[in-house]
């Protein structure tokens, strides 16, 4: 089986879910990078609102994240991530949607990467009042719903975990939100057993 090709950069957080999901499975993969700038035709080609990742696949482009996850867990082999239980998977659906609507609004748009950005000027960078007020909240709702844990998966990571997995391990590593985390014990927990997983090896940098 020759090697998934993902089109993306290695520090986009939905880009780092794929990679998981890919090394979970234990499938061979390849990052390239974007064909051009984001939102120039060569990229648009491959996804046409100019977005991160895509799997070049036989048949055509494959792009958004979930749709990606969703192909990876049911036409690959290696281990399922998906619940068969439907109310499991449906919980899974749940929070997949939770993540990418709210979680990664607050912690990724709204704070990394204007942190992201602004560290690679040289200058500083102050969060939002209302971004680290509404992160506050979805770490206390995920604080909760890994009450069962290591994973939202229980003791193994399911898709949802893959999307999750990337959004905290930035947290850890910016002083800003950092404390915010450290003071839920589930999410500590859930970052030390992600990066006791050999596949987080080589994509998420480990906080110091």
């Known amino acids: 089986m020759d090697p998934i090709r993902i089109v993306g950069v290695n520090f986009s957080n939905f880009v780092q879910s794929v990679l998981l999901a890919l090394k979970e499975k234990g499938v ?3 990052l390239v990078p974007p064909p051009s700038a984001l939102k120039e035709p060569a990229h648009l080609a491959l996804h046409p609102w100019g977005k ?5 696949l036989p048949s055509g482009p494959l ?5 990606i996850l969703r ?10 991530m998906t619940p068969s239980d439907p109310l499991a998977a ?8 939770a993540i990418i609507c709210y979680l990664d609004v607050h912690a990724i748009r709204q704070i990394g990467s204007p942190f992201f950005f602004a560290t690679r000027r040289g200058e500083a960078f102050e969060p939002p009042a209302a971004a680290m007020e509404a992160l506050a909240l979805d770490l206390t709702v995920f604080e909760v719903a890994l009450g069962n844990g290591p994973f939202l998966g229980g003791e193994a990571p399911n898709l949802a975990d893959c999307l999750l997995a990337p959004i905290v391990n930035a947290l850890a590593l910016m002083p800003q939100t950092r404390p915010l ?8 927990g859930f970052l030390a057993a992600v990066h006791a997983r050999p596949a987080t090896t080589g994509i998420l940098r480990k906080p110091a």
């Open 28 to 30: 061979a993969h390849e």
């Open 52 to 56: 991160i990742p895509v799997a070049l």
């Open 63 to 67: 792009y958004e994240t979930t749709a």
């Open 71 to 80: 192909w990876i867990d049911a036409a690959l082999p290696g281990r399922v």
């Open 90 to 97: 449906a919980r899974m659906d749940q929070w997949m949607s």
């Open 181 to 188: 985390l450290y003071l839920r014990p589930a999410l500590t």
